[in-house]
């Protein structure tokens, strides 16, 4: 009876010591069915936060088992964490989200502009840099007034994709242009009855603000069919209505005109030699002198007096320009003055005329054209040859001449 009685005592001790741990279990449980906050709200942009964040009770520790990773944590949104939480008894997981807003403004470096009126400029132009953590729209806060002179402060608006937004401000300053472009290389113009003109051979137009500047000129008064002077007027405006006008001479003259007279046109050319050359010089120095002057003091248009050569060579040695005709007509006056046998050349086909010369230093006939070459050759004592090589890649009948007609070249 005594062994059936411990017996009892025994099954109800581990009935009870049973009870109690499940009892206990329950409690547990219960207990930690909140040990995490259920959600932690971030500022974008920010690391993420330690796990004892999340964690209700300092009594517990814990460890993160998954995360979003930093570029996720720059874009607003939601996302799922899972966390682990260890006591004495055990380890469990739990669920969680961590919030990623974005309150917080753009900041921008601007700059201050200056505009010359009546020009206008985007809010963008006065910013320098933003940071934020997504893109920015920005925009004016007052539209400035780009039609007033002088210096005003500018509002923007810098706005972000969650509608985060920050004013700045710059300095505006209106400047009103008032000078005139300026107009060059307009000269007065000989021509001979029922020539052309090419008005705006030559002509430079400059701005101090505009790169491009509206040119027009009026020749309306010009009749290039009867003798006579005319004015023809050039007139440049800019953007912001600035004008300036050059006048110019076009002189018309009969076919027969032929004003010029020889003695002045050698006493020009003697003038230029007595500088260029001295007589101690080898012919071929001196030829060379001569070509270096023409190729520096003339310049090229599409026009000239092709009455003679000495009318040619007046006229390139006045106005300093001209076409091929004139750049022969100079050179074989001073070629000839200096006493340097020169033969004249002319073109055979094409679709426009050309003169160049063949030159005798003393080592025999070469050719020598100053008129400038879309190659930059420098046709001085250069051989058939040589010319020929050209003539063929330029396809034009540039050096082409009737051979027959000259002396033995130089090879």
Known sequence: RRRRRLNLVR????????????????????????????ELVLEAGSTLVDVEEFLLSKEDSGAYVSVPTQ???KVPGSYPVVIEVDNLIFKKQYQATIKVIDTTPPTAKTKNLEVIMPNVVEPSNFIESVSDISECSISYKTEPNFLVPGRQEVVLNITDKYNNTSEVTAYLTIIKDTTPPVIEGAEDKVVFVGDSIAYRQGIVVSDDIDEQVELTIDNSQVNLNKPGEYTAIYKATDSSGNSSTEEIKVIVRPKT???VDEEEV???????????????????????NIYTWVVKNISYVNESDKTDWINGAYEG?????????????VTKTLLTRAGIPNLDVTRVGGRTNHYWHLVDCGQGWYHLDTTPQREYLKVFMLTDEEVDAYTARSNNNYYNFDKSLYPERGK
């Open 71 to 73: 570029d996720e944590l």
């Open 257 to 259: 005109d032929n004003p």
């Open 266 to 288: 050698f006493a020009i050319a003697d003038q230029i030699l007595e500088e260029i050359i001295d007589p101690s010089m080898s012919m071929l120095d001196k030829a060379w």
């Open 317 to 329: 040695f006045t106005r300093k320009k001209g076409d091929c005709f004139t750049y022969f007509a």
């Open 11 to 38: 099954v109800f001790g581990a009935v009870f010591i049973l009870v109690v741990l499940i009892g206990a279990v329950v409690v547990i449980t219960s207990a930690t069915s909140e040990k995490v906050r259920s």
